[in-house]
């Protein structure tokens, strides 16, 4: 009896006992391997290792951005002095360039003083507009090709350059008096005309709003007494000088 209680406790004591693959005792599961059968553990390893990857990717970055520095010497970022040397290393002297070109002003000091006693020639104007824009002298009839300005008190007034130029031409015209021509940019001309107490001569260099004479008298409009007869002229075509005045 005492042999067979033996012999069943040998016997139980050997099946409670595990064997490895290998043939030895098996071990107890690690703390790792507790960790890894919880089922929130690979998404949370994911998490984090994405995580981990992103701020990396990001510091990479930033770091990149701080260290990189524009070199002075590299064509991209060189001043436009160094692009204008020439090939002896030697710089070239500066060439001056008006930034925008100019608005045409009027003729004189004060637009509002004056009145636009007959007006330019327009094809497409209405008939009576045509009529009061013709020029009558010795009964015979032109069409204005410029506009006439003057005082209702007919008192003489300043005649300004109504753009910087060139004045390319000064002369004394027996019907319409003296002439002062401006060539400007653009192939652009003004010409103003029964002038008196002439201020520039030709070749002269002036500036929008320079004085260039005084109102006069001419034997072509004399019936308009003290004033300015102005024309424009584009591409030597005579331009209506109303349509770009600025609005009084």
Known sequence: MNEQNKNQNQNQNHEETPKTFQGGRASRPSSWKKLLSKRWAYPAAYIAAAAIILTLVW????????????DPASPSVQSTSAVNTDVNGQQPESVEVVAQSENIAWPVADAGAVQVVKPFFDENATADEQAAAMVEYDKTFTANTGIDLSRTDDQAFEVRAALSGKVS??????LVGNVVEI????????VYQSLSDLK??????????DVI???????LEKDLKTHLHFEVYQDDKPVNPAGLLPKK
């Open 183 to 190: 060539t400007h940019d653009n192939n652009l001309k003004t």
């Open 200 to 209: 520039v001569k030709e070749g002269d260099q002036v500036k929008q709003n």
């Open 169 to 174: 031409r000064v002369e004394q015209h027996p």
């Open 213 to 219: 004479a005084s109102a006069g008298r001419n034997e």
């Open 59 to 70: 510091v990479y970055q930033d770091a990149s951005q701080k260290s990189f520095k524009p």
